[in-house]
């Protein structure tokens, strides 16, 4: 997959935030606000800040400037949401009144937000901008392509005013993308009917190449097997109901099995996925810890920091 990044931008300031490549194609648009009037340059310096363990791919100003903080290949860390931002190209859009107002926006901001917006889309192969307001239509992006931060953590971001214009977002860039203005192409009703091709008798099927074990298929297998809602989305009710999985303790829980896969699928061999958390498990486990500076005891404890990392859910 190869990925661009605006042209639109008059402003660039790389974040350390951010998780380099995402894992996910750009298929969802996600819209915050700053909370505040900030200038491009302000929100860049906060963002180049390690301990504000926050970015966006990009900003726009009450001017209508549009920054980059983050390119489009990688993630940044903007919406409380792993797999969100994994998917999503999060934008950042300045406030001109306060919270009384419900965050508003200028309309020179509005004007680059939809500009910008299309052209991610144009880029992305993104055909139509789908908004229903519905949380429970997460990760469905044939239904809906857009999220919005207050989903995914207790805040109100993007605030009302914005909220309330998703709706006019959505149709004004699908005016952009020509969404509406495709006519179908007329049928010729003159082409004499093609004769059938017979069906070839029972080719065995190539052995494809099977497809990678994402992040997204790992936390809904986890959450079958915890008994937690099945979004592939993990937050804190995920989280509360994992167990701890061990060589020695739960070797055979049923989440031993998602684990040896995806750990598989990053390359910490767990050798062939089997559903027992043995002695090879145990080596990987120690390994996927020590390389994301967990304590590495081969211990993946309910609620800790190896789940956390395992879900995504630490930025
Ligand atoms: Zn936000």
């Keep these: 997959m190869s990925y661009t990044n605006s042209s639109l931008i008059s402003y660039t300031k790389i974040s350390p935030n951010r998780t380099s490549p995402r894992n996910h194609v750009i298929d969802t648009i996600t819209i915050h606000c700053m909370a505040g009037n900030m200038t491009l340059e302000a929100c860049g310096s906060l963002f180049a800040n390690p301990a504000a363990q926050a970015s966006s791919n990009y900003g726009i100003d ?5 920054a980059m903080y983050v390119e489009e290949k ?3 860390w903007c919406s409380s949401n792993a797999a969100n931002d994994n998917r999503a190209i999060t934008i950042e859009v300045a406030n001109d009144g306060g919270a009384n107002t419900g965050w508003h926006v200028s309309d020179k901001a509005m004007a680059s937000l939809i500009t910008l917006i299309a052209d991610i889309c144009k880029r992305n192969n993104i055909k139509e901008l789908k908004w229903k307001a519905d949380k429970s239509l997460i990760g469905q992006v044939d239904k809906q392509n857009m999220t919005v931060h207050r989903w995914f953590s207790a805040k109100s971001c993007p605030g009302d005013y914005l909220y309330n214009k998703y709706p006019y977002i959505v149709k004004e860039v699908n005016k952009k993308l020509g969404t509406d203005s495709n ?3 007329p049928t010729n009703p003159t082409t004499p009917e093609k004769p059938t091709v017979p069906t070839k008798p029972t080719t065995p099927d190539k052995p494809t190449t099977p497809a990678k074990y994402t992040q997204i298929d790992f936390i809904k297998d986890v959450q079958k097997a915890i008994g937690a809602k099945v979004d592939g989305i993990a937050g804190n009710e995920t989280l509360a109901k994992t167990v701890t999985v061990s060589m020695s303790i ?8 998602p684990i040896q896969k995806y750990l598989n699928s990053l390359t910490f061999n767990c050798g062939t996925a089997d559903g027992i958390a043995g002695p090879i498990f145990d080596n990987a486990v120690k390994k996927f810890q020590q390389s994301n500076s967990c304590i590495s005891d081969g211990e993946i404890t309910a609620g800790e920091k190896t789940w956390k990392v395992l879900l ?3 930025y």
Excluded at 250 to 257: D, F, P
């Design 74 to 76: 990688d993630r940044s």
């Design 312 to 314: 995504g859910l630490l």
């Design 250 to 257: 739960n070797n055979t829980h049923k989440v031993v099995l």
């Design 62 to 66: 009450s001017n209508g400037r549009i």
């Design 183 to 185: 006519p179908a192409a």
